[in-house]
């Protein structure tokens, strides 16, 4: 079974950066489509970003739109999230997902991370 793991998450000050990555632990992860979701205290999980197998399509919520960039080195078998001028509203727990089908619902989505959580303050 596929194992995802997400790391780089952290405490950043209003307008920091940090760079996500997930990696999995083994399988044709070159041939999936990767997402990567959000879920904030009190709130449903919501879809941040995804990228195809090709790398040649990407998809991002508006909210992060120009200030997040979603990548993966397949040689590597890892997608990463590079987050740059980050708000508290971005604090939330971030997970990496795999699919066989590319879009936003997370219900594609059959294998996901344990989470890694990312705090922006004001």
């Known amino acids: 079974q596929v194992q995802l793991v997400e790391s780089g998450g952290g405490l950043v000050q209003a307008g920091g950066s940090l760079r996500l990555s997930c990696a999995a632990s083994?399988?044709?992860?070159?041939?999936?489509?990767v997402g990567w979701f959000r879920q904030a205290p009190g709130k449903e999980r919501e879809f941040v970003a995804a990228i195809d197998w090709s790398v040649s399509n990407t998809l991002y919520t508006d909210s992060v739109k120009g200030r997040f960039t979603i990548s993966r080195d397949n040689a590597k078998n890892t997608v990463y999230l590079q987050m740059n001028s980050l708000k508290p509203e971005d604090t939330a727990v971030y997970y990496c997902a795999q699919s066989n089908q590319f879009g936003p619902s997370p219900r594609k989505y059959a294998y996901w991370g344990q989470g890694t959580q990312v705090t922006v303050s004001a």
């Open positions: 083994k399988g044709t992860f070159s041939l999936y489509a």
